[in-house]
């Protein structure tokens, strides 16, 4: 048996097993793979046990290989090369690893053993006349020509694995950003937050020519329920005043803490008068529900002042207007909104 590396039946065997991968191993083109078999091809897998003796079988497992899985398998090979018994008969040997893939991971099966026994008829193209070759499925399973079950548990832990990373990240996001734009007693929104959405509604109103208005809300006496009734009393009464104002305002509003017992709530779409409704809504609801500890009342009031964008404002024009009528509702008795 001489080993062949030139000349025209080498450049022959060569564009026949080049012919062979492609269809095989590329295509997965059944018909076309057959059709360079030889009429009575038989053959054996040593890696599953799998023998061919007759033709029929050969070609029925040659169907259900490339059936069973018909993407591309790519191929790595290691090493190729050529013997002829006979004028007529080539023998070719590869060792090669190759790698299958599915939606979410590869897997590489290394040291594959494909050898072929070529007749060469004096016309035409080589046909494969006997095929042996030695898979290494036989550690995947009796029915898996590649290991494809396997591949599919390597992908769902994976995939858990990437499911619980995103749910942890996004948990850790939640966090994250509860530190950075919510007040830590309240839990509403803090300045970071109150102040991008400012910016926005004036971008909105410059360009589309829409009005929004501002409220800014305080606790009257706050320093007095502090020093009478201590802090932590005062911290409840800011904790209710917060819901008292999220149960009390649109969805599309936005309230935050500004600091201390002063809050904003910004209400896009709403002109002066608008505000003024939703300011005495808030102030009237909260003033006839005084606070209640440990069985006695603490009478609890709010002022408000606010105001509504006007052409051409700036985020600091617009508070400067609501604290000013803040302020006036302080200076005029507090437990009142003035604009
Ligand atoms: N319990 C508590 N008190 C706070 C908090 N933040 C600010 N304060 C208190 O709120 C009080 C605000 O006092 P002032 O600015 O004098 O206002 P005020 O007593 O409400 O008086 P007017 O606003 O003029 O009606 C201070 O005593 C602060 O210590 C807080 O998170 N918790």
């Given at each position: 048996m001489e080993r062949l590396s030139e000349g025209p039946v080498y450049e022959r065997c060569l564009a026949a097993?080049?012919?062979?991968?492609?269809?095989y191993f590329v295509e997965r083109d059944i018909q076309a793979t057959l059709a360079q078999y030889h009429d009575n091809a038989v053959g054996l897998g040593t890696g599953r046990g799998e023998t061919a003796m007759d033709p029929a079988s050969l070609r029925e497992i040659v169907r259900n290989d490339l059936g069973g899985y018909t993407s591309s398998v790519e191929l790595d090979i290691k090493t190729r090369a050529f013997y002829q018994v006979t004028p007529e008969v080539v023998i070719s040997q590869m060792l090669l690893d190759f790698s299958i893939t599915n939606n979410t991971h590869?897997?590489?099966?290394?040291?594959?053993?494909h050898n072929l026994v070529w007749h060469l008829p004096a016309e035409g193209d080589p046909r494969i006349c006997h095929v042996h070759v030695s898979f290494p499925t036989d550690l995947h399973g009796e029915e898996e020509p590649y290991p494809l079950k396997e591949l599919e548990e390597v992908s769902q832990v994976v995939d858990e694995l990437i499911h619980n990373r995103t749910q942890s990240l996004t948990e850790s996001y939640r966090r994250l950003e509860q530190m950075v734009v919510r007040d830590r007693l309240t839990g509403m929104y803090n300045r970071v937050r109150i102040d991008e959405v400012l910016e926005q509604e004036v971008v909105r109103a410059s360009r589309y020519?829409?009005?929004?208005?501002?409220?800014?809300l305080d606790l009257d006496h706050f320093k007095q329920i502090n020093d009478n009734h201590g802090h932590l009393v005062g911290d409840k009464?800011?904790?209710?005043l917060a819901k008292h104002i999220q149960g009390?305002?649109?969805e599309t509003d936005t309230a935050a803490r500004w600091g201390g017992e002063e809050f904003l709530i910004v209400l896009p779409e709403t002109e002066l008068s608008?505000?003024?409704?939703v300011a005495e809504k808030l102030r009237q609801a909260f003033e006839v529900r005084p606070f209640q500890l440990d069985g006695y009342e603490i009478p609890v009031t709010l002022s408000m002042g606010v105001a509504c964008c006007q052409d051409g404002d700036n985020i600091e024009a617009i508070l400067t207007r609501a604290d000013k009528a803040l302020y006036r509702a302080k200076a005029n008795?507090?437990?009142?909104?003035?604009?």
């Open positions: 097993l080049d012919e062979h991968i492609r269809r590869r897997m590489t099966l290394r040291e594959s053993r020519q829409r009005h929004f208005s501002v409220i800014f009464i800011l904790k209710s009390n305002i649109r608008e505000a003024v409704q008795g507090r437990n009142r909104t003035e604009s």
